[in-house]
């Protein structure tokens, strides 16, 4: 039969509404029914149909209706978090063992009121007992266990463990009082064999023993005139000697195996910690400590006998190894380990004197130190280097290595310090008239450069002319000035300018630094790092360590500050930081020189009112060419003018807040509010009452009232708060 083939299912038209019930055939299998057999043999049929008997609906949970226990709760909203615990036991067999035939083991039993489950988990049974605790049954839902069947004294089976309930915690009870199913009264364990021939036995003292001896304590206490103590007799000696002895430690220097160690013994408790002396470049781990602080036995045997083994022979106390034991020349056991004593430090030797103890130095053994001392000490071959020579052909190569060492120190110091020169051809021809180039010389590894400057319509193209490499000629940068010739590859170069990041370090002598002047920049740094942290105005920290508010800190106002950040700088040290930051060398740190040298911050305000910002970016006016003498001029005012303003800030610290009232009120008694040149210098001759010269008070008004391109800058009248940006009020 085929599909094609036409049957009373695929002939009819398959369309909604049209179901053709009668060729559907009835079920006929019937439904299932549930037999059940109870202890009498009686057999019951249960209809599924029909909900379940009361007994099962009251199985159901926790044994209890929901219902019933919110009613005797009323605070209780659902059963979610609500646990009943129950303390019990189970035993367990023990076979081929001398001391016990059966074993405690002690749980914790948990029943859930919200579904009816139970979890048991043993609790933590005795130290080195070889028992495992942890989970045994995980939550899950057991037949035949409900509130009804946790009772104290009764007995239930889970996963084939009988377990027996001795005890209920105070919410459990309190639980089944309300349900008006009272528990039992407590019941005790059974005695373990293990665990009671494990315990220690009691001394026996009871409270009248007690009693009598603290009435004897203090007969003797009030006949000797002293206070009574509550500590015992070993608690006291420990005490006197925590009080007497504290940070008192003894070090002795001892060998073992070659290998160098520091014995360190603590009076105060007898503790001995063993550090080793770690060999340079020996390959084993920097770690320094050997054995830790801890009392050590004179018997080593003692040592393998803890205080929770259970065959501890019951025998003399333990004799300890004391500072009576260390003597030089001699062999001391510790940790089954034979050390030798051969020196100890001063403080060693002298309190082991004053006790009748010698501790003459001896000669110390051969040590891995000394074979690693005598192994680097050893004159290494030194590394011929070949001078650099120009080669022509293959017959001329060589396969050696050449290159000259680079001097790590030194390339990590310079990394980022290059010298720049601007330069012309020496002698251009016609074509090359107009280049120009850029002379890099870079200081971390003597090597130089060439660049191209880019020139518009001078038909050459920017970019690298002279590769960077080592030029023979030139190996010192103090070579390299404006105005001389460098020849590169047969190409003469006119050196003409060089950049103001160059010219700073020149002035600093930045070709010239030795070890010395990293050392004076590393101290100043570390001290800028300091007041930094601990003061957030400069002239606060200037108040705090200068002894003179008008000439500034002197060379023991700087020990003082280096002392209390916790530095100590040498006198030589203190000679060149005194030369790096005091610019006069008049033997005072300024106000200026703390504030620009020390802490690398501007000290002078740069601030320009907003119509002079943008008259210096306009175009300059058309007229006649001033003279040299008059610009040399005109900068030599400008250098006294900041010099004269230094002074006036220097001496006007400490009076900043005189300094801003007198200028205020000067601005408020002129008649528009401004302060003039005439203003100003009454306020500093009469308000303020400095001391200043004819000659600093005009450099004074130059630096405030001159202005590039203003023709009448003595007639100007400037606005306070130009003057207090420019004071920094």
């Not at 009498?40 to 029909?50: A, N």
């Not at 495992?132 to 089976?157: A, M, P, W, Y």
């Not at 030089?328 to 034979?338: I, N, S, V």
């Not at 130095?361 to 020579?389: F, G, M, S, Y």
Request: hydrophobic share 35%; net charge neutral.
């Amino acid at each position: 039969m085929t599909s094609r083939d036409k049957t009373v299912y695929n002939a009819l038209p398959k369309l909604p509404g049209y179901n053709f019930p009668e060729l559907n055939e009835p079920a006929t299998h019937g439904k299932r029914n549930l037999l059940t057999v109870d202890k009498d043999g009686l057999r019951t049929v249960k209809d599924p149909s029909s909900g379940a008997d009361d007994r099962s609906r009251r199985v159901e949970g926790c044994g209890i209706p929901v219902r019933v226990i919110l009613q005797r709760f009323a605070n209780w909203k659902t059963l979610d978090d609500k646990v009943l615990r129950f303390f019990g036991y189970y035993m367990e067999d023990v076979v081929d063992s001398m001391i016990e035939t059966s074993r405690v083991r002690k749980v914790k039993i948990n029943f859930f009121l919200a579904d009816g489950t139970i979890s048991i988990t043993e609790t933590p049974t005795a130290v080195n007992s070889g028992l495992q605790k942890g989970t045994i049954v995980s939550r899950c839902k057991e037949d035949g266990i409900d509130v009804f069947t946790l009772v104290v004294g009764n007995t239930f089976t889970c996963r084939s463990l009988t377990y027996e309930i001795v005890d209920c915690d105070a919410a459990t009870r309190e639980f089944y009082e309300v349900m008006d199913m009272p528990q039992p009264e407590p019941m005790n364990y059974p005695i373990d064999e293990f665990e009671a021939s494990s315990q220690k036995p009691s001394r026996g003292i009871d409270e009248d023993h007690m009693a009598m001896r603290r009435t004897v304590e203090l007969q003797a206490a009030k006949a000797a005139g002293t206070h009574p103590s509550l500590l015992s007799a070993e608690e006291r000696v420990k005490a006197r000697n925590f009080f007497e002895h504290d940070m008192e430690v003894l070090r002795f220097y001892a060998v073992w195996d070659r290998r160098q160690f520091r014995i360190l013994y603590y009076i105060a408790d007898g503790g001995i910690s063993i550090m080793f002396d770690n060999a340079e470049n020996d390959g084993r781990d920097n770690n320094p400590i050997f054995a830790k602080k801890k009392r050590v036995p004179r018997n080593s045997s003692d040592m393998l006998l803890s205080s929770e083994t259970l065959n501890r022979n019951q025998g003399p106390p333990v004799e300890y190894v004391t500072e009576a034991d260390f003597r030089t020349g001699e062999t001391t056991e510790l940790y089954c380990r034979p050390f030798f004593i051969y020196d100890c430090d001063p403080y060693t030797r002298n309190y082991m004197s004053q006790r009748g103890i010698d501790m003459t130095p001896v000669p110390k053994p051969v040590t891995e130190q000394d074979l690693i001392t005598v192994a680097r000490n050893r004159p290494r071959p030194k590394k011929e280097v070949k001078p650099l020579t120009k080669t022509i052909g293959a017959s001329r190569m060589t396969f050696e290595d050449a290159v000259d060492e680079k001097d790590t120190l030194k390339f990590t110091r310079f990394a980022q310090d290059v010298f720049r020169f601007g330069a012309v051809l020496k002698k251009p021809t016609e074509s090359d008239e107009g280049r120009k180039f850029l002379v890099s010389y870079y200081l971390a590894d003597d090597t130089m450069t060439v660049y191209e400057i880019l020139v518009n319509n001078s038909g050459h193209r920017s970019g690298i002319i002279f590769a960077r490499r080592r030029v023979p000629e030139i190996s010192d940068p103090r070579q390299l000035k404006v105005g001389d010739t460098v020849k590169l590859e047969g190409v003469e170069y006119l050196l003409t300018d060089t950049d103001s990041r160059t010219q700073k370090y020149m002035a600093s002598g930045m070709p010239d630094m030795d070890e010395t002047h990293f050392q004076t920049q590393e101290l100043i740094s570390k001290i800028q790092q300091k007041i930094l942290q601990n003061y957030s105005r400069t002239t606060d920290a200037f108040r705090q360590y200068a002894s003179s508010p008008t000439q500034g800190l002197n060379r023991e106002d700087i020990i003082f500050m280096y002392t209390q950040n916790g530095m100590r700088i040498t006198e030589e040290q203190l000679e060149n930081v005194m030369k790096k930051v005091d610019t006069d060398h008049d033997g005072w740190v300024s106000l200026a020189d703390f504030t620009e040298n020390f802490l690398s911050q501007q000290f002078m305000s740069d601030f320009k009112p907003k119509n002079e910002a943008n008259a210096m970016t306009t175009t300059v006016k058309g007229g006649p060419i001033q003279s040299t003498q008059a610009i040399q001029s005109k900068e030599e005012a400008a250098r006294k003018a900041d010099e004269a303003f230094k002074n006036f800030l220097t001496i006007t610290e400490a009076r900043r807040t005189l300094l801003s009232r007198a200028f205020k009120g000067t601005a408020a008694e002129t008649y528009d509010g401004n302060i003039g040149m005439q203003d100003f210098t009454e306020c500093v001759r009469k308000r303020l009452n400095l001391s200043m010269t004819d000659d600093e008070l005009e450099s004074l008004l130059y630096k405030f009232y001159y202005s590039a391109g203003v023709t009448n800058w003595r007639a100007r009248r400037l606005p306070l708060n130009a003057i207090t940006a420019l004071l920094k009020l």
